[in-house]
């Protein structure tokens, strides 16, 4: 496809930042960016989104992203918001609205009225920078769940390019969707794209339950298409593109020098002992406070795992002028506080906590170094990290413990440990298991997973999107290997066996 790659999403890959008098920018953070920068970065073309700043004295803005641009090799556009926008829009409607209802705690949703006009406002905003930006054969792509107005504010501006959308995110159930007291206009306006994209089977099949029960005159036909009984007739795509990371990128950086070294130094400071690995953006959805609990269990139930592992949990900081963001920080340190006054003897510390963004080299140093990585989330889109340690396990060696609700377990669940993040004793024992592990099996399951992330990486991703998007009546079908969460759930208690039928990687 020659056409030109116009990607729109709240962020840009890149975020400026007063320090001082100074402007300063810095990558930003997330799933989102760390996949679709590599995108941009090979096929070139133009990123739309917000520099995460408002326009303010003594910013040259514009210069400051023609220069990251030039550095990152494709170009940037930016959607300014006041104060007040980035409050209704960001935090009020995607970040209390969106986020915790798609992910199912709709007892943290605040449905305050005002946020959804800031988010229409916001995102008939965003329409206004593509059509001042958007070439006639440009592919138009819009990602997440802070722009999900944009192609129906787009038509109403006259433009009738294709539009194609993807969301990072789950999608709910109909009985958790319908909650939301704006659920028929979000529906008709995510109808206004001609491709929508999901993670797993499981969320593009909550989507179609919605549509079909809620938006009158829909029929959903085939396994893969909707169509719309409006004039003139016309049909959504609707498909599931498991997203993924740079999976050379990831290794070659894992195996460099400055890595390498780097890794050979935490190395040496946890020298004897298990390294178990958390990293994640400071959410409620990616239960960092229940891996606590569950590695406290583990060290309280299993006397063995004493002065043996050790829990390096890196949380980055996001979000936080929303108090639940706040809260959610307290409770962390709380408890880590808690296991630590618990459990420490001298000469060993049972958690340590990192709270701050890591670089590449030292991010890529800890997965070389992590006996086990826990990416435990109770609910998750898709969870990049998990396919990130994988891919930085150049030995082939490691033990993935992994949520059963994370989008990444549709597809990593052979190789992987899956718990539930509910299940603080099962989570205990999925580390004493993974502890406990003979070499053998973790080169086999870590053997499984990297082959894995390796074929299906960002590039595939990409193309399956691109080709479904461009032959309309290609049947959109699911990704190899993908299973139904719900078919797959294992003993918690147990390191499930791989399945006999499975070829084994080490013939
Ligand atoms: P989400 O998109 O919800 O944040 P993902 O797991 O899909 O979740 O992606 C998180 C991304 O953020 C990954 O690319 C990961 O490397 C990066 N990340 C998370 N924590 C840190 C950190 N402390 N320092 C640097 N990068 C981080
Ligand atoms: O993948 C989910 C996601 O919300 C992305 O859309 C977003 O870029 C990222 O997590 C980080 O969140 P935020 O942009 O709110 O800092």
Redesign the pocket.
Known sequence: MSSRLLVV???LPVVIEQHGEQWCSRP??????TALTPVLRQRGGLWIGWPGTSVQKGLDLDGMLAEAGEAAGFNFAAVNLTSDERDGF?YGFS?EIV?PLFHGLHTRCNFDPSFWKAYRAVNCKFARTIKENVQENDFIWVH???LMHVAKELREVGLRQKISFFL??PFPPPEIFLKMPWRFDVLEALLEFDVLGFQTQGYRRNFTQCISSVVPGLSVRGRGRVMTTKTPRRAVQIGVFPISIDFEEFADKAASEETTARAGEIREEFAGRKLMLGVD?LDYTKGIPERVKAFGDALDRYPELREKVTLVQVVVP??TAIHEYQDLKAEIEKLVSEVNGRHTVPGWVPIHYVFRNLDRTELTAFYRTADIMSVTPLRD?MNLVAKEYCACRIENDGVLILSEFAGTAATMHRGALLVNPHDQEGMADAIFNAVMMGKKERQMRMRILRQGVRKFDVFWWLDMFLKASNEQDAELAAPPEEYDLLALLPPPSVAPPIPAHLPDPTR
């Open positions: 999403s709240n962020r930003g953070s997330g799933g989102l960016v960001y970040n986020w997440d769940y802070h990072h995110i953006r996001s979000r889109g």
